[in-house]
């Protein structure tokens, strides 16, 4: 399954995780952090042992919706990830049933509507674009940033194309080639930049400046036209593309830099320090 970067969600105010499954077209969401809102408990580890010994009584009874129930790797607290039980909309709706709350029928609506969200926007791409924008102006990012955070997810999304169809595999080996991309025009890997911007779980490139995001894009662009040129396939086959498109907006940053005498890699991020306005990257 591969990883969305819509993998948080919210339910009045509490998050929920979420993993998109491309190959069915399904959303299968964490079954822990529905069951801590059906029994409004805030405490992890408690809802866990409601899940538990709720899983037992349903296979004793033979119910199959717990058969139908999966294990994904989804980001904790920590930050780190762990096997989660999750399930797709249909079974989620039959557990709620077995769980007395208050909360079921709105969480059985919200269910609903959301596990749609991702069909409407595969038949009708720019309701996905408009929530993205929606999402992006509530937060306070200038109409500029907008327009050129979407052109960069563009250019992303044809070089992922591009990946896919010449034999480089999802997640794992997208990651190790966007690293190579990142590090070689900005001189720190994402991780770096990530903790340089003091972010978390948070998405880099949500939190990139105007400059941050030209860059990333010209680095991408040039890493596709490179490979398609050089007709690459495999990991290790566009290791070669990807490092020398990272080169070339290198040297375009480095001689921005050496023009403005600013630097282009920032420190800056959008985040709200303690319940300041966020800081615009423009």
């Known amino acids: 399954m591969k990883k969305n970067n819509k993998q948080i969600t919210i339910f009045e105010g509490k998050k929920i995780r979420?993993?998109?499954?491309?190959?069915?077209?399904?959303?299968?969401?964490?079954i822990i952090d529905i069951i801590a809102i059906l029994t409004e408990?805030?405490?992890f580890k408690k809802a866990q042992s409601y899940w538990t010994t709720l899983k037992s009584r349903l296979k004793q009874e033979g119910n199959e919706s717990v058969t139908?129930?999966?294990k994904l790797k989804l980001q904790s607290a920590d930050g780190k990830y762990y096997k989660t039980d999750v399930a797709d909309v249909e079974t989620l709706l039959r557990l709620i049933q077995s769980v007395p709350s208050p909360k079921a029928e709105p969480v059985k609506l919200w269910l609903a509507r959301v596990g749609y969200e991702r069909i409407e926007e595969i038949n009708d791409p720019e309701k996905a674009l408009n929530r993205s924008r929606d999402y992006w102006q509530k937060l306070g990012r200038s109409e500029k940033w907008i327009q050129q955070r979407m052109m960069g997810q563009e250019i992303r999304n044809k070089l992922t194309d591009y990946w896919k169809d010449n034999e480089v595999k999802e997640k794992d080996?997208?990651?190790i080639l966007t690293n190579i991309i990142h590090k070689e025009w900005s001189n720190l890997s994402v991780k770096q930049h990530k903790q340089l911007k003091n972010l978390k779980s948070e998405n880099l490139r949500d939190h990139m400046s105007d400059a941050e995001l030209v860059f990333t894009a010209l680095a991408e662009?040039?890493?596709r036209q490179i490979a398609e040129t050089e007709q690459t396939r495999g990991l290790e086959e566009n290791k070669i593309p990807a490092r020398k498109g990272?080169?070339?907006?290198?040297?375009?940053?480095?001689e921005l830099e050496q023009k403005t005498g600013k630097r282009v890699v920032s420190g800056e991020n959008f985040k709200l320090?303690?319940?300041?306005?966020p800081k615009r990257l423009t």
């Open 246 to 254: 990272g080169r070339i907006a290198k040297n375009a940053r480095l």
């Open 173 to 175: 080996e997208y990651a």
């Open 18 to 30: 979420r993993h998109w499954d491309k190959k069915q077209e399904k959303w299968y969401f964490s």
């Open 68 to 70: 139908k129930c999966d």
């Open 41 to 43: 408990q805030p405490d």
């Open 221 to 223: 662009l040039s890493t």
């Open 273 to 277: 320090p303690d319940g300041k306005n």
